[in-house]
């Protein structure tokens, strides 16, 4: 697993508990191996019974493979513009998953970009009392299922997602983050 971590907040005059480079690593290195494990077990559970089975070939391309991923850790500033330019929405948020689409011809280990907005995930851990390395683990391994093609926008999908980032949170013995804190 590659990682380019990309610090911006040395201009942010605040004080950020962000996580290392190795953390982050290690969350989405972790999350592909337990996917990896699922897909498997899905992929035989229904050869065994004759239905097919069907994943994109970016997840079967990132779950075969070594890859690499930038995380840019910004401010609210940021986050708020890529916000507004990508999605529309004129607030920042915390965490956007841009997606690398390599011509077809290139073979390329890179799944795309995560940007984390530091002060919008420390605000969140505190609303809703979770430990702020925990919820950084989480939107890591959320904004990956988004390179890999997972999204949350109907329903069906959105419990698929959870389910994925809770299974994968829970082998870092970090609590389910949609209950009640």
Same mark, same amino acid.
């Given at each position: 697993?590659?990682?380019?971590?990309?610090?911006?907040?040395?201009?942010?005059?605040?004080?950020?508990?962000?996580?290392?480079?190795?953390?982050?690593?290690?969350?989405?290195?972790?999350?592909?191996?337990?996917?990896?494990?699922?897909?498997?077990?899905?992929?035989?559970?229904?050869?065994?019974?004759?239905?097919?089975?069907?994943?994109?070939?970016?997840?079967?391309?990132?779950?075969?493979?070594?890859?690499?991923?930038?995380?840019?850790?910004?401010?609210?500033?940021?986050?708020?513009?890529?916000?507004?330019?990508?999605?529309?929405?004129?607030?920042?948020?915390?965490?956007?998953?841009?997606?690398?689409?390599?011509?077809? +011809?290139?073979?390329?280990?890179? !799944?795309?970009? &995560?940007?984390?907005?530091?002060?919008?995930? /420390?605000? %969140? @851990?505190? #609303?809703?009392?979770?430990?702020?390395?925990?919820?950084?683990? +989480?939107?890591?391994?959320?904004? !990956?299922?988004? &390179?890999?093609?997972?999204?949350?926008?109907? /329903?069906? %999908? @959105?419990? #698929?997602?959870?389910?994925?980032?809770?299974?994968?949170?829970?082998?870092?013995?970090?609590?389910?983050?949609?209950?009640?804190?």
């Amino acid at each position: 697993m590659n990682l380019d971590l990309q610090n911006v907040l040395e201009q942010d005059s605040l004080e950020h508990d962000v996580p290392t480079s190795e953390q982050i690593s290690g969350w989405l290195s972790l999350a592909l191996v337990v996917l990896k494990e699922q897909q498997d077990a899905v992929a035989n559970h229904l050869e065994e019974s004759n239905q097919p089975y069907q994943e994109t070939q970016q997840q079967s391309d990132a779950l075969e493979s070594t890859f690499e991923v930038t995380v840019r850790i910004c401010d609210s500033a940021e986050s708020q513009q890529l916000n507004k330019d990508y999605r529309g929405k004129d607030k920042p948020t915390n965490v956007l998953s841009f997606v690398f689409e390599a011509p077809t +011809h290139i073979d390329s280990p890179f !799944l795309g970009d &995560l940007v984390i907005c530091a002060a919008l995930v /420390e605000r %969140e @851990a505190k #609303e809703q009392n979770k430990a702020i390395l925990d919820h950084w683990a +989480h939107l890591c391994i959320h904004g !990956l299922l988004h &390179l890999l093609g997972y999204d949350h926008i109907e /329903e069906e %999908e @959105a419990l #698929e997602m959870e389910n994925l980032e809770t299974h994968v949170l829970a082998q870092l013995g970090i609590d389910d983050p949609y209950q009640d804190h």
